[in-house]
């Protein structure tokens, strides 16, 4: 989901579930993309990054897809944990400007017990 | 990956003041590059932070607000000058890694009274 402003749009887990979160970027052009997280008083961390080369990609108990037709982009976490807890951005850039990423508006998860 | 880290962590300025704020990697890296993260939002890209020459701006952003060095390969600085309290925000440097994909430092949190 999208969000303007200090609304961020919110995802609780329960604890032990699979989570899911969406993006859907703008650039038709964007041909490498990245999901990060970012706790409260921290820098993004990176989480893992696709290509447009490809159409999924994991990691550890991460999946990420990519569906370049409706541009649209997913983070699947798995067994979500309480430390999962955090915001998750998508950012979205391009080789011909390699480096300067655009960001999403982010996507708040909450965790519960 | 990269490990980056940027002093100040926080600070708290007065309007009409300016902050440098200092942004060093663990290795040499071709790209660094600056973003503002207001408050509940987003990353916005500020500039791009070239080695031996100018920096490269984004729209809305300019060098006389927001000078920035890059003296070497592992090291740059961004500059918030004449701050008013708009200014709050978190400020982060970004490195691109290897050519592979991009690490972000813990951030900046600056409160402009």
């Known amino acids: 989901g999208e969000s303007v402003g200090l609304h961020l749009p919110t995802l609780s887990v329960q604890e032990g579930d699979n989570s899911i979160i969406n993006c859907a970027y703008s650039?038709?052009?964007?041909?490498?993309f990245i999901w990060y997280k970012q706790e409260s008083g921290k820098g993004p961390q990176f989480i893992i990054d696709i290509r447009s080369n490809m159409d999924k990609r994991q990691g550890q108990r991460v999946t990420v897809l990519l569906n370049k037709t409706v541009k649209h982009l997913s983070l699947q976490i798995a067994a979500t944990q309480p430390g999962d807890s955090a915001v998750y951005f998508c950012?979205?850039?391009?080789?011909?400007?390699?480096?300067?990423?655009?960001f999403g508006a982010g996507t708040q998860v909450v965790v519960t017990p | 990956s990269a490990v980056i880290s940027q002093k100040p962590s926080r600070d708290i300025c007065q309007r009409g003041t300016s902050l440098t704020i200092q942004c060093q990697v663990d290795?040499?890296?071709?790209?660094m590059f600056w973003y503002r993260q207001q408050p509940g939002q987003s990353l916005t890209l500020i500039a791009t932070a070239n080695q031996g020459s100018e920096a490269t701006y984004e729209s809305g952003f300019v060098i006389d607000k927001f000078p920035i060095s890059r003296p070497n390969l592992t090291f740059s600085t961004l500059t918030v000058s004449n701050m008013s309290p708009e200014d709050s925000s978190i400020y982060l440097c970004?490195?691109?890694?290897?050519?592979?994909?991009?690490?972000f430092g813990p951030g900046t949190r600056l409160l402009v009274l």
């Open positions: 970004s490195v691109d890694y290897r050519g592979e994909t991009q690490y």
């Open positions: 950012a979205e850039g391009s080789t011909d400007s390699w480096g300067k990423l655009q």
């Open positions: 290795s040499q890296v071709t790209m």
């Open positions: 650039n038709s052009a964007s041909d490498y």
